[in-house]
């Protein structure tokens, strides 16, 4: 079991997420703004299976579907935080289970270190056939 110690980041950043999903009402998409003469028409924008669906927002809910939409923004990025976290501990609990460290990133790849390539790792640039 993990100390609560190594817990408290993974913690702090669920709190948050129940904070914002218990006091605020989120809404993916984008609110666009059309300016036709004078007035302004707001609509909130998102795509479903490859189409573009849109919903009318009045003028006068413009600020409170922002503030939706900031959450949604919101959301999205305490969940990549938590992903890390689960990540990071996810690797720690690895290695303390099989007495080696998990591998990071792209190049811990075994056999990539040891030369299993080559150096630069691209092919040679051609030549324009167009200068001839």
Do not use: F, H
Not at 1 to 21: C, F, P, W
Not at 85 to 109: N, Q, S, V
């Amino acid at each position: 079991m993990k100390k609560t110690k190594d817990l408290a980041g993974y913690k702090a950043t669920v709190s948050r997420l129940r904070t914002l999903l218990l006091r605020e009402r989120v809404v993916s998409g984008t609110l666009n703004v059309q300016t036709v003469g004078n007035a302004k028409r707001y609509t909130l924008t998102d795509k479903v299976d490859g189409k573009t669906r849109c919903l009318y927002v009045p003028v006068s809910m413009e600020a409170e579907v922002r503030r939706y939409v900031e959450n949604w923004r919101a959301l999205k990025s305490l969940l990549l935080e938590m992903s890390e976290w689960t990540r990071r501990l996810l690797a720690e609990e690895i290695a303390a289970t099989t007495g080696r460290a998990a591998a990071k990133g792209k190049g811990a790849r075994a056999g990539a270190a040891a030369g299993g390539r080559k150096a630069a790792g691209r092919s040679p640039r051609r030549k324009s056939r167009s200068a001839t």
